[in-house]
Nanobody, 127 residues
Framework: QVHVAESGGGLVQAGGSLRLSCVTSGRSFNNFAMGWFRQTPGKEREFVAAPIWSDSRTFYEYGDSVKGRFTISSGNAKNTVVLEMNSLKPEDTAVYYC??????????????????WGHGTQVTVSS
């Protein structure tokens, strides 16, 4: 059973920064990708960022709303990711979820591309 553990989050003023970390365990092979999504009440989960591992290379994908402000990085073991969030805005307030993909897919920017999910961590940006 794959376990996904998130850490970080909290309360920050607009313009500030936060760091989220995620570690997976329990998979007998490398993850194909690890993604961050976020969700606010009444809305679908929104893709934030992900490293995608393919053919010995790493590709980094970002959602349009965070591009240029958030940076995702990953460890060599392909089971750890860190999301650095800068220039935070009140509209970044959400529960942030980490997810891991156990198969190759074209859908890493959607929730369908991931097999295992963490419980989420709250990020609140005050104005």
């Amino acid at each position: 059973q794959v376990h996904v553990a998130e850490s970080g989050g909290g309360l920050v003023q607009a313009g500030g920064s936060l760091r989220l970390s995620c570690v997976t365990s329990g998979r007998s092979f490398n993850n194909f990708a690890m993604g961050w999504f976020r969700q606010t009440p009444g809305k679908e989960r929104e893709f934030v960022a992900a490293p995608i591992w393919s053919d010995s290379r790493t590709f980094y994908e970002y959602g349009d709303s965070v591009k240029g402000r958030f940076t995702i990085s990953s460890g060599n073991a392909k089971n750890t990711v860190v999301l650095e969030m800068n220039s935070l805005k009140p509209e970044d307030t959400a529960v942030y979820y980490c997810a891991a993909a156990g198969k190759a897919t074209y859908y890493y920017r959607t929730t369908d591309g991931y097999d295992d999910w963490g419980h989420g961590t709250q990020v609140t940006v005050s104005s």
